[in-house]
Structure formats: structure tokens, C-alpha cells
């Protein structure tokens, strides 16, 4: 059975989603709130497996500040977050807030059913146009040629240092072959390792393979 | 003597004429887990729109009840063929537009009012006031209904 607690300021709101969720499709609801403050202190008390979560509760603590404060206390709760706003600004501080989930009011109802289901098992939720915004963003960021990774961070020159010595030659073989001092391929070498958080050679090695860097033949 | 039932029908005729919509009706949500529909409908072309049964959470009484609020799908809407698919009551009676007004008791919705057009229409905010007006005139008859067995047309 999943427990629910439906937070959500319209009393309306409320009532109508207990009477939609409570008692089919193995969810129960166990409780609501008006506010995140009520939220807050109805999660404590009652430990739902998932907190359906209005955005936008003009009378008290919203959703968002709620979501946050929530997963402080009890990471363990999954938050839906269930709005009316089809708006990716509101998206991303959502799941920046820490919300598994994130859909609309005007959502088809299997789709809700869906949703709780799926964040109830640790999985994350996201209505379809959501989901390619997302993506959108994320592509747009690659475009824009913001950092993905810690690779991204390296100079050209570091991640040639970085091809040599997982390929396993020495500083000095790699200083003559670029022509450049044996003291400027260390100082690279400890760069690109601190940059990847990497201690030791043969983690160079690994790593280097799984970026698709040696090459056998 | 006239009965509820005679009085939402009534209800329902004059809310069409006043509104010059082409559809009208009253949905009870008397037992929503035995699934809901269109008790009383002014208007309709066919049979059809009383005989569609909504599951719980499905169509516009779904959308009513997770907004808690009324829902207007007219002209303004950009992708409103596409909702139109959503809910049958709007493919039974070839409604283009529709405005649906939940009639509160306090916390509990207890029906919806529809008016509905057969061209493509923009609801003005002075019709869904009245619309509105007319719900919570509904609300006593409603609860009147419900201390007999419920009836339609």
C-alpha cells in the first residue's frame, strides 16, 4: 500500500484528490495539509511513502521551500510535486528542490496513478513535454559549451598528456615527443589529475578507457 | 406540482436559452467509484452523452476535481481539438467549446454544470459568472436530490 499525503491550499483540491486516490489502485491517503508548515509536521507525524505537493500555496510556506526542507528531514519520502504550472523555471527548481516527480493538474488521471507509483519506488516521474525540456536544456548546455564533466574542464594540452601516459610512457618521453621540458609534462600530469580526482596511474589508465581515449591496434 | 427533477430541467433549458449555447447539463457526483455521468442534458442531439459512464478521475469531472475548480475549454485553449478527444461528452454531442462549473458544499464537489457549443466559441467572463451564480443556486437542489432516489431526463 502506498501512503500519501495530499498538501494543497484549495480544500477542494484536497478533498477531490482523496476521493480519486484513497483506496484504489493500492494507495491510501493518510492525511493532507493546507501549507508546507502543516506538510512538514503531517510527514513527521504520519511518515508517508509519498507527499503529493501543490507548488504555489500563496498562504503559507510553498512547495518548493516545503520540498527542500522535507528532504532534509526525511530523505527517505518521495515529493510529487502536482501544479498547475507548465512552466520549466518552476521544473527545474523543483527537481533542484529535490522532488522525484514533477506533474500537471491537468494531467490524465492513469497518468497521476502513474506518477505516484512510480516515485513511490524510488523512481523519478516527469510528464512527457517536462521530460523534453529537460532534455532541451540539457543540449542547449552542451551547445553553449558549458562543462558536462570533469573531462570537459581539461586543456587540449592535458588531455594530450593524459592519451601519453595512460599509453604508458614516461614523463620524459612524453617531453620529447612534444617538445616541451620534462618539469611542464609534471605540472600537467598533477593537473589533470587533480581536475579528474584521479590518485594513481592505473586509475589514469581506467579512465582513459572508458573515455574511448587508447587505441591497441 | 412541480418536482426537482421538473426544476433542473428547467434549470437547464433556461441556462441554454440565456447563455445561447447549444448543449446543457448537470452531472451528479453521487457515487463517483460506481462511475459518473451526465444525469440531466438539455440540448443533446443523441442518447449517447447520458449513456457515457466516466471512471473515477477520467474526463472532465476528473480535470474538475483535480483543479478544484472550474475548467473552460474554448477558443483560447490552443491544442482544444486535441482535448476534445479526451472527453467523450465532447465527441457525443460534437461540442467545440465547453465550460464546466463545479457546485461546492463547502469541501466536497457535489456536481457539475456544463454548458457546451457546436461552433468554435470564446467564453466572456461575465457568462461564466452567471454560469457560476446558477451553480450555487443548484447546490440546495442537489442535496434535495439526494434525500430521494435521483431521476433523469
Known amino acids: 500500500m502506498i501512503r500519501i499525503l495530499v498538501v494543497d491550499d484549495h480544500i477542494v483540491v484536497r478533498s477531490g484528490l482523496m476521493a480519486l486516490l484513497n483506496g484504489k489502485n493500492g494507495m491510501e491517503v493518510i492525511g493532507d495539509a493546507a501549507d508546507g508548515q502543516e506538510a512538514i509536521q503531517k510527514a513527521q507525524e504520519l511518515k508517508p511513502d509519498v507527499v503529493l505537493m501543490d507548488f504555489s500555496m500563496p498562504q503559507g510556506m510553498d512547495g518548493l521551500t516545503a520540498t527542500l526542507e522535507l528532504k532534509k528531514l526525511l530523505p527517505d519520502i518521495a515529493v510529487l510535486i502536482l501544479t498547475m504550472h507548465d512552466d520549466e523555471e518552476y521544473l527545474f527548481r523543483a527537481i533542484q528542490a529535490g522532488a522525484s516527480g514533477y506533474i500537471l493538474k491537468s494531467a490524465p488521471h492513469d497518468e497521476l496513478v502513474s506518477a505516484i507509483q512510480s516515485v513511490a519506488t524510488g523512481s523519478a516521474y516527469l510528464y512527457p513535454s517536462a521530460t523534453k525540456r529537460l532534455m532541451n536544456e540539457y543540449l542547449d ?4 559549451g558549458e562543462p558536462q564533466s570533469a573531462f570537459d574542464t581539461l586543456s587540449e594540452r592535458e588531455r594530450e598528456i593524459l592519451s601519453w601516459v595512460a599509453k604508458g610512457y614516461s614523463n620524459k618521453e612524453i617531453a620529447e615527443h612534444l617538445i616541451i621540458s620534462v618539469k611542464t609534462v609534471e605540472t600537467h600530469k598533477s593537473n589533470l589529475m587533480e581536475k579528474l580526482g584521479l590518485k594513481t596511474r592505473p586509475d589514469l589508465v581506467k579512465y582513459a578507457m572508458k573515455k574511448g581515449m587508447l587505441n591497441f591496434e | 406540482m412541480i418536482t426537482i ?3 433542473i430541467e428547467q434549470v437547464l433549458d433556461s441556462l441554454r436559452a440565456r447563455t445561447g449555447s447549444d448543449f446543457s447539463g448537470l452531472l451528479l457526483m453521487d457515487n463517483p467509484d460506481a462511475g459518473l455521468r451526465w444525469n440531466f442534458v438539455s440540448g443533446n442531439r443523441s442518447i449517447r452523452s447520458k449513456q457515457i459512464i466516466l ?8 480535470l474538475v476535481m483535480r483543479l478544484g475548480r472550474r475548467v473552460i475549454l474554448d477558443d483560447s485553449i490552443p491544442d482544444i481539438r486535441k482535448l ?18 463545479p457546485i461546492l458544499k463547502e469541501r466536497d464537489i457535489l456536481g457539475l454544470l456544463m454548458i457546451g457549443s457546436r461552433k ?4 466572456s467572463s461575465q457568462l461564466i459568472e452567471m454560469i457560476e451564480q446558477e451553480a450555487e443556486m443548484l447546490s440546495p437542489v442537489i442535496e434535495g436530490l439526494k434525500s430521494g432516489p435521483i431521476s433523469s431526463r
Open chain 2, 84 to 101: 476534445r478527444f479526451d472527453n467523450p461528452i465532447m465527441l457525443a454531442e460534437n461540442l467545440h467549446a465547453v465550460a464546466v462549473i
Open chain 1, 141 to 144: 548546455a552542451m551547445k553553449n
Open chain 2, 120 to 123: 468554435p466559441t470564446l467564453y
Open chain 2, 5 to 7: 427533477k421538473d426544476h
Open chain 2, 55 to 62: 471512471r473515477p478521475g477520467q474526463g472532465l469531472p476528473g
